[in-house]
């Protein structure tokens, strides 16, 4: 089962100079799992996620993606989607003509993708609007847009970075439903955000980079109930607690960081 995992990744490690962004990171997310990937600012999210969809190279460690060694760049980058912060797309073009880019540099125009881009559009509610300039868009459609750019080739992995920062309460919720639905599709979701309650949402597990390493993972049931006390706690509470420099400092930590260290 692991070893066939849609991510896998073994001592995985990132230096920049003598910083070490990412820190002998070792993880596995399973078919049709949404992994909520969480860290304070600089924790090294990104740059995971960089050399995950193989944008950066790792200085040392390994991983796979769909099976495919990272190293393999081709075979990776036909089976993961990424949505990434800042999304490329280009204010000038309509949205249409962005996917047919898009496809495009793929190497996949023809009828095929034509159909494709119209059952996206359709899918994410982008109908009417795909023959208008994408400047004239409002956020939660460039963010849409974005999305279906990166689910055009029918990837097996989806990397989402941040996806509904920014958007407005009804722009967000449409993202976590379209998130919810690809899950049941099969998906195999890597979610990194910042905003707690959409890990809680979508999540089935989850996992807290701090200073470059992984310092817990699990269910957020697992990571919110105490097995020693029976307490709960929320996720918020936790992440305060793995994420701060002395383990206890947080509001209402009592339990040893260790307790949530996989
Ligand atoms: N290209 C780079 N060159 C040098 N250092 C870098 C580079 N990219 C990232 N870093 C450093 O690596 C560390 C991890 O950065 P990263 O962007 O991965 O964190 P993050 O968890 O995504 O942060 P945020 O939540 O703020 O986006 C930071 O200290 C950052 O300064």
Redesign the pocket.
Known sequence: MTANAPIRTESLTKR?GD?L?VRDLSLTVERGEVFGFL?P???????TMRMLTTLTRPSSGEAWVAGAPITDRDAVVDELGYLPEEPPIHDELTGREQLEYVAGLRDSPGTETDERIRELLARFDLADDADDRISTYSKGMKQKTALIQALLHDPAVLFLDEPTSGLDPRAARTVRNLITELREEGMTVFLST?ILPVVEELADRVGV?HDGRLVAEGSPESLTHRAESGEESTLEEVFLEVTSERPGEAAGADAERSEFVR
């Open positions: 920049y910083e962004a860290g600012n600089g924790a090294g999210k990104t740059t910042h980079l």
